[in-house]
């Protein structure tokens, strides 16, 4: 009697069979961008490098003159001078010709589709810059760069536990109510803090003495456990996640330990700045495909110092129950 031979031929192999292809594209990569939302973008600049000026009262206090006593003059101080840099933020793409033709899954056109998504990551681009970025004057071979809103703190307007990085350095609301009674005693009115999601979650557990009012509704079978708006003695915060604020780095251990920043700002004294608006250039042909430039040139204006504080050095160990 014959063998019986059996041949196996399974759906990874059989090219006979077609593939099925979504016609959705996925993009799960966050785009919302916060702080650049919170502060706007209608001041404009006509310079690389715009100035302006900051002043502020004399202290209060005792004034009681003699009638008909001559009048004594004293100096004046003068307004001080505040400024920054314009950054160039650039996306630049290629498409080849054979690629625009193709027929494509969840797009006819990949140039435009491409300048959707480099428009996406100019915005990210955009928000990590004006928090995080450090002043740089531009040269032949150096861009220029902006200082963030972590570069704008005014005098007491700081706290970050002795430059000590610890696991103990958590953020409480005596700290945040230091910070924020500083910015007031000064004449600001903050009423935003950036925080990023461990420290978002421990502001949402500043619930101590039953003071969290819960509307819960049983059929809805949900909780809710966050904090969104703080009032404080100072006036009433809005408190933002915030995903794009650079942690600091202890690298004195092994692995390195990464730890949180927040800022706490009036959002109407500061605004981004546009020196060159967003813009989509086609450049040169020099081969088989199409070149595309985005580029815009922006700037974080900060009208006050006093508007802007900081808590460095956070731990992103959550405290313990």
């Not at 681009?125 to 032949?140: P, R, Y």
């Not at 703190?153 to 103990?168: K, L």
């Not at 004449?187 to 101590?208: E, H, W, Y």
Request: charged share 25%; glycine share 6%; proline share 5%.
């Amino acid at each position: 009697m014959a063998d019986i031979v059996t041949k196996t031929v399974t759906t990874n192999y059989d090219k006979s069979i077609p593939e099925e292809v979504d016609s959705l594209i996925t993009n799960v990569a966050p785009t919302d961008t916060p702080f650049l939302t919170s502060i706007g973008q209608g001041a404009k600049v006509k310079t690389l490098h715009p100035e302006w000026l900051e002043d502020t009262l004399g202290d209060a206090g005792d004034n009681a003159h003699v009638e008909g006593a001559d009048s004594t003059a004293t100096a004046i101080t003068p307004p001080a001078l505040l400024d920054n840099r314009v950054q160039r933020l650039e996306k630049a793409f290629m498409i080849s010709e054979d690629l625009e033709k193709t027929d494509k899954h969840g797009r006819k056109s990949e140039i435009k589709y491409q300048s959707g998504l480099k428009t996406k990551e100019l915005a990210r681009d955009l928000e990590w810059n004006l928090i995080n970025q450090t002043k740089q004057a531009g040269t032949t071979t150096l861009a220029a760069k902006m200082d963030g809103v972590l570069n704008f703190p005014g005098t007491g307007n700081t706290y970050d536990f002795d430059a000590t990085p610890a696991a103990t350095n958590h953020i409480i609301e005596d700290i945040l109510n230091d910070v924020l009674q500083s910015m007031w005693e000064q004449g600001a009115d903050p009423d935003c803090v950036l925080a990023p999601p461990s420290q978002k979650r421990k502001i949402s557990a500043f619930t101590q003495g039953g003071r969290l009012v819960i509307n819960s509704n049983a059929s809805e079978k949900s909780l809710k456990m966050t904090v969104r708006i703080l009032e404080t003695d100072f006036g009433i915060v809005a408190v933002l996640p915030e995903r794009f604020i650079a942690p600091s780095v202890d690298t004195t251990p092994d692995p390195d330990v990464y730890y949180d920043k927040l800022v706490i700002y009036e959002k109407g004294r500061l605004a981004c700045a546009t020196f060159r608006p967003l813009k989509r250039e086609k450049l040169a042909k020099t081969g088989d495909a199409e070149k595309y430039r985005l580029t815009m040139s922006k700037m974080l204006k900060v009208r006050s110092k006093k508007c802007v504080g900081t808590i460095t050095n956070l731990t992103r160990v959550q405290p313990a129950a």
